[in-house]
C-alpha cells in the first residue's frame, strides 16, 4: 500500500482537546482517551476515520453514550464511525495494549525495565485510537497511573499540574500541554529515573527548569548534556531570537531506541549514547555528537514543533531545516571549516550513493510505503543543503528575515516546504527562479565548468552546464538553479577582488574598487550558461564552489598543478581540503585502473610533498590537517567508478596510507610526541584538534605493522587517561591481525564490560575491521554474551558496522551477503525498522560485478519472498530489486 502526496487531502474531523489516562501495568496498560471532536467545515457529516494498530477495543463512546457494535467498524489498521453526529462531540475510547511485549520500539514500550515511547511517524497509532497525522493539532493532558516503587518519575508534555497518591501503592501525575501539537510530539515516560538539575533564563526573563533523566548510576555523565542544552538555548537565542516557551524542559536517556532522538514537545527522548558522556568512557567523536544531537532536538521546539509539517512528505521542511541549525550551531561552537569537511564527506559518502541508486527520492518524497523507511540522508543531509544554499543567496541578514517571517506567517500551523520557500522569497523580495525543484527532482546534478583567460579584454570566462541523472521514476530532468560560489586567486596565491561579471549580454556590478569582494555567488540555472568577469588581468586560478554552496558533483578543468596551488593557497579553507581530496580522488582511481590491469603500484611524489607540507604547517588547525591527510574514503571512489571493485579499492587506499605512513615516518612520530598532554580532558576545539591530528598519525604509523610502531601505539593505549586516545590507540593496533591485536581487544573488553556502550565501540571496531575473512568472527561476535539482538545500538555497532566493510561485506564467495541476509530475516520478526535499516546495505547490489550480483540478488530473493515480512523490510529490499 503505496501512499502518494498527490492525494494529499485536508482532514474533515480535527481536534480541539485530547485528554489521555494511562493505567500502566506489569501485564498490560490501559489507555483511556476523551476526545473534543469538531467537524473542519460547519454542518458536514460524513465518516471519522481513526488509525489504531495493534490495538485491543475495550469501549467506544460519543457525548458519553456507548456505541453499538453496528455504529463502528474495527479493521487491522482503522476505527471507522460512518455516520458521528453532525457538529461538535466528544469522543471516548479505551483500549489495552502491552508495552511488555512491544519489541518494536514504536508506540509505548519498556526498555531496562522503564516505560517510554516513541510516536514519530506512526507510533502514537499503536497507543490509541487516533487521527494520527500530523495537520491535526490538539491541545493534550495526560494523567500517568502507576505503581509508586516501580515507577517513582512519571512524566509527559508540558507543565506538572496534579500529582498524588492512590490506593494499593500506586500514585498518579496529570500534565498538560498547553501548545497545540499533533500526535507524534506526544511522550510519556515512567520508571526509576533521576536527574540533573539545572536551569536556564530566557532573554526575556523566563526561568526554565532544565532535567536530564538517567537511571541513577548514569547521572553524572550527563554534565556535559546539559552543557549542550544551555548552549543551545542561548544560541538559539542570539542567533535566531528564539526563545524556549515553557518553564520546564526534560530529557530522558534510555538504551533501547531505534535512532539518535526524539523532540516531543518539551519531554526529549534520546538514545542514551547520545547523552551519557565522561572523559574516561566517550570519544570526541562522541562529544560532539551529543551536543549537536542535543541541539538539533532543542532546535525543533521552534522548527517542528511551533510550525510542524502538513503531512509526512514535508518531512525535510523540519529535518532539514534543523540538521541546517545544529550544524551552524556545531560550527559556531567549535571550527566552522572542520565541521563543514565532516558534513561534506557525510553527504558524499552516504547520500550521493543513495541519489544514485534505487532508494533515490526527492527531498520531498512523492510516495511512501512506510514512511519510517524515509527518515534519510536524503531528507535530511541533503534539505539541509538546500536550506544552506537559501542563505548562500541571501546572506545572512536575508536568511534571518526569512526564518523571521516564516515564524510570523506559521506559528501554531503544520505547513509545506513551499510555504518556507514563499517566506524566504516574499522577506527578501527575492528572484528564486526555479528553486523548488530542489525539493521535487532526485539525483546528484553533475556540473561541469571549463574555463578561458582572454588577455586582450582583461576577462575571465567560465562556462557551466549540467545534467542530472535520471532516477526511479524520474527519467528525464530540468536544469537546476545552482548557486556557485567562487574566487579567483592570482599567481601569488591571493583573491582577486571581483569588479564585475558578463553574463547574458549584461555587466553585473559586484563591487566598487573601495569595497573590494572576494567570494561571489554566481547563480547557475540553465542547462549551459557563461559567466565572464571583467578586470581580470592575468590568467587566474578559479577557487570554485566555496563552501560547497550546492550539493552537486563539479568536474572541472583545472590541472593537477592548479590544485596543488589551490591547497596550498585558498583563502577558502573548505576548498583547500577540497583541492587536496580531488587530486587523491584522482590519484586512487588511477591505481584502481593499475590494480585492475595487474601493474605495480607507485605513488606521485608530488602527492607525498603536497601531504607533508599540509602535515608539517604549523599555521594550519590541527583538526584540518588531520583531515587534509585523510583519504577519501572507499566508498567514495567506488561511487565514481563504473563497475565498483571493493578488492581494488582498497588495495589500493590500504597501499596509498602505508606509503605515506612509509615516506612521512619522522614527521608523522615527532606530530605524535609533539601532540601529547598530560593536561586533563577538555572538549574544545583546541584539544580536539590536537587529539584529531595526533590519533590520525598514529593509526598512518601503526598501518605499517612494525613491530616498533606497533609498541607505541601499545604505549599510548596504555598511557592514555581518556577514551578518545585510548580508542584510537586500539583502532590503530587492531588494523593488523595478529596476537597483540586479539590480546589488546580482550584486554579493552575486560576493562569496559560493565559499560554498555563502550562495550558497542568494541563490536563496531571489530565488525568494521578489513582483515580478511573478518565475516566468521563477526558470526561467532552474534553469539557473544554482551549482543542482544533486540537493542538497535547493538545491531547498528555488530550488523551496521560488519557492512561498512566493503572487502567483507561484499566479499567473493557471498559469505557477507549469506550473513545479512540471514540476519535481516530474523531482525524483522523483533524490530521491523531496525531491519529496514540493515537491509539497505543490499541496495546498491547493481553496482558490482555480475558474480557480486546473483549473489546479492538471490538474498534481496529469499528476502521478500519469506513469510510474514514487514512493510519496511518490503519496501527497501522491493524497490532494490526493481529495475531502474
Ligand atoms: N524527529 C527525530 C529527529 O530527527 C527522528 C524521529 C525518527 N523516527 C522514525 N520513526 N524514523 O530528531
Ligand atoms: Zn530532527
Known amino acids: 500500500r503505496e501512499i502518494f502526496l498527490k492525494d494529499y487531502k485536508m482532514p474533515d474531523y480535527l481536534f480541539d482537546t485530547v485528554d489521555l489516562k494511562f493505567e500502566l501495568g506489569e501485564e498490560n496498560t490501559i489507555v483511556s482517551s476523551k476526545i473534543a471532536v469538531y467537524p473542519r467545515a460547519a454542518g458536514v457529516s460524513c465518516p471519522l476515520v481513526l488509525h489504531g494498530s495493534e490495538l485491543k477495543l475495550l469501549s467506544i463512546k460519543i457525548d458519553g453514550k456507548e456505541l453499538k457494535k453496528e455504529e463502528f467498524h474495527v479493521d487491522h489498521r482503522h476505527l471507522t464511525l460512518p455516520s458521528p453526529p453532525v457538529g461538535a462531540f466528544t469522543l471516548e475510547i479505551v483500549t489495552e495494549i502491552y508495552p511488555q511485549k512491544n519489541t518494536s520500539l514504536e508506540g509505548l514500550y519498556k526498555s531496562s525495565g522503564n516505560f517510554c515511547t516513541q510516536c514519530e511517524a506512526e507510533g502514537f497509532r499503536k497507543i490509541t485510537f487516533s487521527q494520527d497525522r500530523p495537520d491535526v493539532m490538539a491541545r493534550y493532558t495526560c494523567r500517568i497511573e502507576a505503581d509508586k516503587n516501580l515507577y517513582p518519575v512519571l512524566l509527559s508534555n508540558g507543565n506538572l499540574i496534579e500529582q498524588g497518591n492512590l490506593e494499593g501503592g500506586k500514585h498518579y501525575a496529570l500534565w498538560e500541554d498547553p501548545f497545540k501539537k499533533p500526535s507524534y510530539l506526544f511522550a510519556l515516560v515512567a ?65 533501547d531506541f531505534n535512532m539518535g532522538a526524539m523532540e516531543n514537545k518539551s519531554l526529549n527522548i534520546f538514545n542514551s549514547k547520545l547523552v551519557l558522556a565522561l572523559p574516561e568512557t566517550a570519544t570526541d567523536g562522541d562529544y560532539a555528537a551529543i551536543l549537536g544531537v542535543i541541539g538539533h532536538e532543542y532546535f525543533h521546539n521552534w522548527t517542528g514543533n511551533r510550525v510542524t509539517c502538513r503531512d509526512w512528505f514535508q518531512l525535510s521542511l523540519k529535518e532539514g531545516l534543523t540538521v541546517f541549525r545544529d550544524q551552524e550551531f556545531s560550527s559556531d561552537m567549535g571550527s566552522r571549516t572542520v565541521k563543514r569537511i565532516v558534513d561534506v564527506s557525510r553527504l558524499r559518502n552516504f547520500q550521493f550513493p543513495q541519489d544514485a541508486g534505487p532508494m533515490a527520492h526527492p527531498v520531498r518524497p512523492h510516495s511512501y510505503i512506510k514512511m519510517d523507511n524515509f527518515y534519510t540522508v536524503t531528507v535530511y543531509e541533503k534539505g539541509a543543503e538546500v536550506v544552506r544554499m537559501y542563505k548562500t543567496l541571501l546572506g545572512s541578514s536575508g536568511f534571518r528575515k526569512g526564518m523571521d517571517l516564516y515564524f510570523k506567517r506559521h506559528d501554531g500551523q503544520a505547513v509545506t516546504c513551499e510555504d518556507f520557500f514563499a517566506a524566504m522569497r516574499d522577506a527578501n523580495d527575492a528572484d528564486m527562479s526555479n528553486f523548488l525543484l530542489w525539493y521535487s527532482q532526485a539525483g546528484t546534478p553533475q556540473v561541469k565548468v571549463t574555463s578561458f583567460h582572454d588577455p586582450d579584454a582583461k576577462t575571465y570566462s567560465l562556462k557551466f552546464s549540467q545534467e542530472v541523472p535520471s532516477t526511479p521514476g524520474q527519467p528525464v530532468k530540468e536544469p537546476m538553479f545552482i548557486p556557485v560560489a567562487i574566487g579567483l586567486l592570482d599567481s601569488s596565491g591571493k583573491d582577486m577582488p571581483l569588479t564585475g561579471v558578463y553574463h547574458d549580454g549584461m555587466l553585473q556590478t559586484i563591487s566598487l574598487p573601495d569595497q573590494p569582494v572576494y567570494t561571489t555567488v554566481l547563480r547557475v540555472t540553465k542547462k549551459e550558461e557563461e559567466f565572464k568577469f571583467a578586470n581580470i588581468p592575468e590568467r587566474p586560478i578559479p577557487s570554485l564552489l566555496r563552501g560547497y554552496s550546492a550539493p552537486v558533483r563539479l568536474d572541472s578543468d583545472l590541472t593537477d ?52 607540507s599540509i602535515l608539517c604547517n604549523s599555521s594550519l588547525d590541527k583538526e584540518f590537517i588531520a583531515k587534509a591527510i585523510t583519504l577519501p574514503g572507499e566508498g567514495e571512489i567506488m561511487d565514481m567508478m563504473a563497475v565498483a571493485d571493493p578488492d581494488a579499492v582498497h588495495a589500493v587506499r590500504s597501499f596509498i596510507k602505508k606509503q605515506i605512513a612509509l615516506s612521512l615516518k619522522e614527521d608523522l612520530l615527532s606530530t605524535v610526541t609533539n601532540s601529547r598532554s598530560s593536561d586533563p580532558y577538555v572538549f574544545d576545539h583546541h584539544n580536539m584538534a590536537r587529539r584529531a591530528l595526533k590519533n590520525t598519525s598514529l593509526a598512518y604509523l601503526a598501518s605499517l605493522d612494525d613491530p616498533e610502531l606497533t609498541n607505541l601505539a601499545l604505549d599510548e593505549y596504555k598511557s592514555a587517561t581518556n577514551m578518545t586516545d585510548q580508542f584510537a590507540a586500539l583502532a590503530a593496533i587492531a588494523q593488523n591481525p595478529g596476537q597483540v591485536r586479539d590480546d589488546v581487544l580482550s584486554d579493552f573488553y575486560t576493562k569496559w564490560r560493565h559499560d554498555f556502550l563502550v562495550v558497542n565501540k568494541w563490536f563496531a571496531l571489530q565488525a568494521m575491521s578489513d582483515i580478511p575473512g573478518n565475516v566468521a568472527n563477526v558470526q561467532k561476535l552474534l553469539s557473544h554474551p554482551a549482543f542482544d539482538l533486540r537493542n538497535p545500538n547493538k545491531v547498528y555497532s555488530l550488523i551496521g558496522g560488519f557492512c561498512g566493510s566493503h572487502v567483507n561485506f561484499h566479499a567473493k564467495d557471498g559469505s557477507g551477503y549469506k550473513f545479512l541476509g540471514e540476519v535481516v530475516l530474523q531482525l524483522d520478526k523483533i524490530n521491523p525498522q531496525v531491519a529496514s535499516r540493515m537491509v539497505s546495505a543490499f541496495s546498491r547490489w547493481r553496482r558490482y560485478d555480475e558474480h557480486r550480483q546473483a549473489l546479492a540478488k538471490a538474498q534481496l530473493e529469499m528476502i521478500v519472498s519469506a513469510n510474514g515480512l514487514s512493510e519496511n523490510v518490503y519496501e527497501i529490499a522491493s524497490k532494490s530489486l526493481a529495475s531502474c
Open 561 to 612: 598543478s592548479d590544485l596543488f596551488f589551490l591547497l596550498a593557497h585558498d583563502s577558502d579553507e573548505f576548498n583547500r581540503w577540497e583541492a587536496g581530496q580531488i587530486l587523491a580522488r584522482k590519484l586512487m582511481l588511477s591505481l584502481v585502473d593499475d590494480f585492475q590491469q595487474n601493474k605495480s603500484l607507485s605513488l606521485n611524489l608530488k602527492f607525498i610533498e603536497g601531504i607533508r
Open 191 to 255: 520508571g526509576q529515573l533521576e536527574c540533573r538539575d539545572d536551569k536556564f533564563v530566557t532573554r526575556s526573563g523566563r526561568e526554565v527548569t532544565l532535567r536530564i533523566w538517567t537511571p541513577s548510576e548514569d547521572v553524572p555523565k550527563t554534565a556535559h548534556a546539559m552543557y549542550s542544552l544551555k548552549a543551545a538555548m542561548k544560541w538559539d537565542e542570539e542567533v535566531f531570537g528564539l526563545e524556549y516557551d515553557l518553564d520546564l524542559f526534560n530529557i530522558v536517556a534510555v538504551p
